[in-house]
């Protein structure tokens, strides 16, 4: 077990550190020419271009990276995006048509729920498209591809599409550069280790980053901790608010960063002990009265920020985890790909 694990003290330890290579695997031979190679969807494109909407379906983590897609997904195609939840769709019986795309994401491609739903969209005549990869970062890759692919036919986002392919031509370099912040995880994870609890807001592109984060403290660092949508701040979550709770904003730089910096002001005006991932550089410009703490991290095309924003998370899950004496590589009652409904 030592040699696969190498050099590190767990496989989640590995599995974070790896990332820039397996990014890398992930886009070799696609990503050629300035434009994207997908052998398996070529000859479904045009078929996906005319479908009704895209119906992203997975569980957990897959589900996660599905919601991070979604956006860009919505703009390179311009067909609408629907996200169900795979048990979700199954206990509502929720309507799947001919014309739509049903994408199902699973990371070890068994889980019981979302098979019993690709059985279902199926059964509706829905075109089935499967993304199975390895890491979370790597199926928002594999989605930024797709996307990328369906709309390569449109002339007016050919800048867009261009300044995307080259941002996801340094996400490996960019992701070991992210990956520097580890010392300063570990340090902001012994602060945290006695917290009963942990928010994470996020929005935009970076909502699922914020619900993956707070899966992966909940799921091996077994602390409560959840994911909300900043947006949705002041109706209900803000009650929670005071000195004690530690609350990460991510405010990394995009169309929504000016809407995430009042939402820090409101949360400081409560009193909010905030956790802020900001763009490298930003430190003042989300926190003028120097009263957060700062996790900066580098700038990417914004749709891509998710892949580098969920790192410092992942990182601050695994050593909250050692820190707090669990294991790691085992978390309590949940197996690595449940098969069962
Ligand atoms: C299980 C695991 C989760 C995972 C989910 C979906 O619940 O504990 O970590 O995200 O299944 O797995 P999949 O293999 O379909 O991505």
Redesign the pocket.
Known sequence: EQIKKGSYDHFMQKEIHEQPHSLTTTMRGRLKDGGILLGGLKEHLKTIRRSRRVVFI?????YNAALAARPFVEELTGIPVTMEVASDLLDRQGPIYREDTAVF???????AD?LLALDYALANGALCVGITNTAYTSQIVTMAMMALAIGSDQISTQARRDAIICGLSSLPKNVSEVLKLDVEMKELASSLIDSESLLVFGRGYNYATALEGALKVK?VALMHSEGMLAGEMKHGPLALVDENLPIIVIATRDACFSKQQSVIQQLLSRKGRLIVMCSKGDASAVCPSGSCRVIEVPEVADCLQPVINIIPLQLLAYHLTVLRGFDVDQPRN?????TTQ
């Open positions: 997975g569980c957990g983590t897959s994401v699973s990371q070890s491609g068994e889980t979302t799921e949940l197996a690595k790909s449940v």
